[in-house]
């Protein structure tokens, strides 16, 4: 959260709200002047934060000053928040009580939350968030199916756990298999040679001195995944000869939807028996994990 926001809820939390909404496109609830603590008050904020949003005003889809702002200062808070699930089952069952609204924040939702560039980005929010439009009575036939899709994809290859297994096709006609992949630690990268980000992302690793330096010292393995299949580009492409350069020419990842792709590229950082230790990351967030060890 940027400075103008921790002072902009520093303020939220002491001032009554009626004074703060006069600025504000969002119709913001009243906190009661009784609830003086911080931690009262943020939770109050929460779960009442939608209670003057009118759900049934379509006009209000696609509002960015309204809608769209709104809901990102409602993700703002949710540091100062204890009462998580209850503020966000408040917000999933009005939701659901119009299908059009629904999409529109289950994609406020996604944006915000699921992609990784997001500057709000939370997996666990995210999951909460699906959990709670699933868990309401009035959700059902296309609404339920697309939630509990982008659930079960959130909850794949989660921290901690084992990363789905695939095998890869390698350059000389070899086939391999991640968990047959040997090292202390394992990056995973999931992209695309004509994509122009993953040759930044590429190159941003190959030019760091700390990530070079260990993958030269096979401390760690990058494996490198064309995940388009075995493409004209993928054939063309050069990799630093410590790199495993494999594609998936039976396109398993996608087909099977073995890993959530909000995007190419897709950086995974996996330990030595193929765990999680870090997903939808970006190279700077690599060289953070391994200047400390």
Known sequence: ???????????????????????????????????KGPEARANYLALHYWDRYD???LSLIGNKDVSEQGFSNFISIMPY??????AFAALASRMVSNSRMLRYFMGLATKYLAEPLSPVYNENLYIMFLESIIAQQGITGRDLKEAELDLAMAK??????????FDFLLRGGKRGKLDKVKGEYIIL????????ICSKVKNEITTSNLLSGMIDSSRIVVLSVCVEGKTDSWLQTTLPDKWINACDDKQ?????????????????????EHRVLMKNIQ???LEQYFSSR
């Open 1 to 35: 959260m940027n400075i103008l926001k921790k002072i902009f809820y520093t303020l939220l939390l002491i001032l009554p709200l009626s004074v703060m909404s006069q600025n504000e496109g969002f119709p913001l609830p009243d906190v009661p002047v009784t609830l």
């Open 81 to 86: 928040v204890t009462k998580k699930e209850v």
């Open 189 to 196: 990268l999931l992209g695309d040679p004509d994509c122009d």
């Open 252 to 272: 398993l990842i996608y087909r099977k939807r073995l890993y959530d792709i909000p995007g190419l590229p897709v950086l995974y950082l996996l330990d030595k």
């Open 55 to 57: 759900f049934s005003n």
């Open 283 to 285: 190279v700077t967030h």
């Open 156 to 165: 794949k290859n989660r921290i901690g756990a084992k990363a789905e297994n």
